[in-house]
């Protein structure tokens, strides 16, 4: 037996429990792992049953198991795909994988067992297996659509995803292909997901797909792709949400918003060519009148006899001459009215005068220093942007007067790369969002919609210390955001 013993101690090197058994099944050699895995000391295996390491109910299997084995006599796996157990010496058991390879020696051939405690493994498994249970279990129920596919072949599908794809069943979905229910236009994108890391997944965040059920009924569907492990394999689980509704009402609430916002560029429009027939009828009919009456109280004036008595003369040349006054007032009158209904100087001047000109009659009326400063050429040809641009300004200003409180405006326009640029800032007490969003700051909205209607934007910004600033941009040349607009009249009023 000292080949035995050799034997042995070269065993003792070894991470596993190695036993050695002669033919009739008696332990002739054991390494120290072994005897510890058991719980023997070292030494008490030899000698005793190899019976004694296998619990009394797989015994008779054992047995079983090593007389064939001696009818093949090759190396193999024990309890291959069964559960295989060791027993202890307290009787206790742990659950092992256990080989067997034949070793021929002149006293004749003795069986080398290696066993491995594998209860950390089934431990593992158990887990698993456990933890799947679970996860089924709560997805099975879940009212969500749950898909869950490995390589692109479905392994799992709720019945919430049979409800929502109206599809025969739940096992008429598993095992096929993944992208056979993804429609064509978004093949690309499916399988580029499929491919990224789960942190670009992530972040690309859920995928909006138009989809078609089982009756041929198209429907909005939003997929959300997470990795996990199904059946211990690396796998993708789908969340599949209908947002039919959602999509429904997005699309209906921006038609209303666009339909509100052709209104308003209509309205705008109807406005300025209102004003301006209003502006032409006060300056044809009541211009007119005026005219008439001034030349007339000069005639009369012509034709009366001269010195009469009781300075009656006198008496009548001052009141013809005080009429004479107040109808040149009423002309100053009548042309401001003409002008603020109708921004005369930009038919005639241009944008950059108009704005000057606006700024010059804004300080003579309210005493606040305005300051222009205009760069670049004049927008003249684009009577409706120019126009736009001049009621911003008038509005503004006219926002400084009634609610700033400021000594100072500063007014300040350029074009930069097909861009107008507008600001007018003012010293004021500012403005606060609140101020700025209230449903009734009608002046405000009015001035965005304005700029809207060319693609250009109005923003108000600057409260306390700093006062407000008004800021335009606004797109030049290309087409304007509606149709529904008329040309506005050209005519000078
Ligand atoms: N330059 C400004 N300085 C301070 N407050 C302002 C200024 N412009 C606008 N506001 C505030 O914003 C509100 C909304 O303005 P607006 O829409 O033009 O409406 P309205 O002028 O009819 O009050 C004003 O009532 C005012 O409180
Ligand atoms: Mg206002």
């Known amino acids: 037996m000292t080949e035995i013993h050799e034997l042995t101690n070269v065993f003792e090197y070894l991470p596993d429990a190695v036993v050695l058994t002669d033919r009739r099944g008696v332990i002739s050699g054991a390494n120290g792992q072994a005897a510890a895995l058991f719980g023997y000391d070292p030494g008490e295996l030899e000698g005793r049953e190899i019976d004694c390491l ?3 109910r797989l015994r008779e299997l054992h047995r079983g198991d ?4 001696y009818g093949s006599m090759s ?9 295989f157990a060791g027993r202890r010496k307290d009787g206790s058991e742990f659950p092992a994988d256990i080989s067997l390879s034949p070793f021929e020696t002149p006293g004749g051939t003795i069986i080398i067992s290696v066993i491995r405690d594998v209860t950390e493994r089934v431990n593992l498994e158990e887990a698993r297996r456990e933890s799947e249970e679970r996860y089924r279990a709560l997805v099975d129920l879940s009212p969500e659509a749950i898909v869950v596919h490995a390589n692109g072949i479905i392994v799992y599908v709720n019945e919430a995803t049979v409800q929502l794809l109206l599809a025969p069943s739940r096992p008429a979905l598993i095992g096929r292909s993944f992208l056979d229910f993804v429609p064509p236009a978004y093949t690309e994108e499916v399988i580029r997901r499929m491919q990224a890391s789960p942190s670009e997944v992530q972040k690309a965040g859920p995928l909006l797909v138009k989809a078609t059920r089982g009756d041929g009924q198209e429907f909005f569907l939003e997929a959300i792709a997470s990795r996990i492990t199904y059946g211990g394999q690396p796998a993708a689980q789908v969340i599949l949400r209908d947002i039919s509704d959602r999509v429904r009402a997005y699309e209906e609430l921006r038609a209303s918003r666009e339909q509100l916002r052709r209104l308003s560029t209509h309205l705008q429009s109807v406005r300025e060519s209102e004003r301006g027939a209003i502006a032409r009828e006060i300056h044809d009919e009541l211009g007119g009148a005026l005219t008439a009456l001034k030349f007339d109280i000069a005639s009369f ?6 010195g009469d008595a009781g300075g009656l003369r006198d008496t009548i040349v001052e009141k013809l001459e005080s009429m004479s006054a107040l109808i040149d007032s009423t002309v100053q009158t009548m042309r401001r009215i003409i002008t603020q209904l109708r921004p005369v100087l930009l038919d005639s001047l241009g944008l ?3 704005i000057e000109w606006l700024a010059e009659d804004f300080q003579n009326r309210t005493g606040i220093a305005c300051e222009t400063r205009i760069q670049g050429e004049d927008i003249l040809s684009d009577h409706d942007r120019a126009t736009a641009v001049y009621r911003i300004v008038q509005e503004t200003l006219t926002n400084v007067a009634r609610h700033a409180g400021a000594t100072r405006v500063e007014i300040a326009m350029g074009i930069h790369e097909g861009t107008l640029r507008l600001s007018v800032h003012d010293n004021g007490k500012g403005v606060t969002d609140e101020q700025i969003r209230a449903p009734g700051s009608f002046g405000i909205m009015g001035m965005k919609e304005r700029a809207l209607i060319f693609g250009g934007e109005v923003t108000l910004g600057g409260s306390g210390e700093g006062g407000t600033t008004v800021s335009l941009t606004l797109p030049l040349g290309g087409r304007r955001e509606s149709s529904a607009t008329e040309t506005t009249d050209h005519r000078r009023a």
């Open 301 to 306: 004036e012509e034709v009366l006899p001269q």
């Open 75 to 83: 190396v193999r796996a024990m309890g291959g795909g069964r559960d």
């Open 54 to 56: 296998v619990p009394e």
């Open 352 to 354: 950059n005068a108009a």
């Open 66 to 69: 090593r007389s064939r084995y």
